[in-house]
């Protein structure tokens, strides 16, 4: 079934995807084969993503509609994989707004004024609505093009739309570059609480004009990608980080396609993750899978969750790494196989592919 508010000729609306093993999983069906993609698979670890990333830098590539298509291309013609992942960064959404942002190698994001008050939030940009011609819808044009050149392309493998999740860009912006705590963004949201939610208010909705700017263009599933929730307690996620990941996941609830929310190191956040919007939740290498259905009361399909460091391993210790995933995994209503985490940028092309032969062979 597909949201009505989707174009006629969306994916999913022409039926195109609709029958695609990922979207059958992510709806809680059975596909004729376990399907697989790999976060991160867009990028570092493929020397063609290399070849043709030279001389440009990341937000560069990212908003450059055919190179990040090319790249975004890439791991579904190397590996046969069941999604393309659309090829962005988190740091996309506040760079289109107009927020001072450079990603520096080595470092990460970086930012030109961090947020410490409530007249810095106030001095961030207007973001407006989809469709209403203001600058920042505008702005998401090059990314509506890059999303229409990528499904073009793809047939009928899914595109699955991506945003970062606005507790971590929050962070991000808090802290003006990346850190190991999040001290400062975790003392904020206490000590000027009207402030963080402010700027949750701003970056939650940023996430979902992003999301949606990706859907209407041809995505037929969107993930969520929290890197720092996992450093906040249950209760503290709930009060302080989870309305803005719902905000973020409704923007496209009317669209009908399936939600991914993802969290490094929040096994035990699954539940209150899956109640903020989620209608699939993605589980890191921490958890086993089985366990992650025992925690949620069996409610949400799953992805994950090899080990990325396994892909190290040898042959045998990873095959039969895989084979524990697929057996965990089909404990859940619906089961993706992914990574527990993002691709490492030193992995071997050739052992991700027999991965995924693995899985197809077996799941």
């Not at 001389?55 to 055919?66: F, K, N, Q, V, Y």
């Not at 309305?243 to 209150?272: C, E, K, Q, T």
Request: include cysteine; proline fraction near 7%; glycine fraction near 10%.
């Amino acid at each position: 079934m597909t949201g009505s508010s989707l174009p006629s000729t969306h994916p999913l609306a022409s039926g195109t995807t609709a029958a695609s093993a990922l979207i059958a999983a992510l709806r809680g069906e059975q596909p004729s084969h376990r399907p697989v993609w790999f976060m991160r698979q867009a990028g570092r670890s493929l020397p063609e993503y290399l070849e043709v990333r030279e001389g440009t830098t990341m937000l560069e590539s990212c908003l450059t509609p055919a190179l990040a298509a090319e790249i975004t291309m890439q791991p579904v013609r190397r590996y046969g994989v069941d999604a393309a992942i659309f090829f962005s960064d988190i740091v996309v959404p506040m760079r289109i707004a107009g927020v001072g942002v450079e990603i520096e190698p080595g470092v990460g994001p970086v930012f030109d004024r961090p947020i410490r008050s409530m007249a810095d939030v106030e001095a961030l940009p207007a973001l407006g609505d989809t469709g209403d011609g203001g600058a920042f819808d505008q702005g998401l044009e090059p990314i509506r093009e890059a999303v229409q050149l990528t499904v073009a392309q793809l047939g009928e493998t899914p595109l699955i739309g991506f945003a970062g999740a606005p507790f971590t860009l929050a962070a991000y912006m808090v802290q003006g570059r990346p850190s190991r705590d999040h001290m400062a963004a975790r003392e904020l949201m206490w000590a000027q609480p009207e402030v963080w939610e402010a700027l949750v208010s701003w970056t939650s909705r940023a996430a979902g004009l992003f999301l949606r700017a990706q859907v209407l263009a041809g995505a037929s599933a969107v993930q969520l990608f929290d890197s720092w929730a996992g450093s906040l307690s249950e209760a503290t996620y709930v009060e302080k980080c989870a309305g803005g990941s719902r905000a973020a996941l409704m923007a496209v609830a009317d669209l009908d396609v399936p939600r991914i929310h993802f969290a490094a190191n929040a096994g035990h956040l699954l539940d209150p993750m899956g109640a903020a919007g989620a209608t699939a939740l993605g589980v890191d290498y921490r958890t086993p899978l089985d366990q992650a259905v025992r925690a949620t009361g069996g409610r949400f399909p799953l992805q994950g969750n090899i080990d990325p460091a396994m892909l190290g391993a040898p042959a045998d210790a990873l095959e039969r790494h895989v084979q524990q995933v697929l057996d965990r995994g089909s404990e859940a209503p619906g089961h993706v196989v992914n990574l527990g985490h993002g691709m490492p940028p030193h992995a071997d092309p050739a052992v991700v592919k027999r991965v995924v032969e693995q899985v197809h062979e077996r799941g």
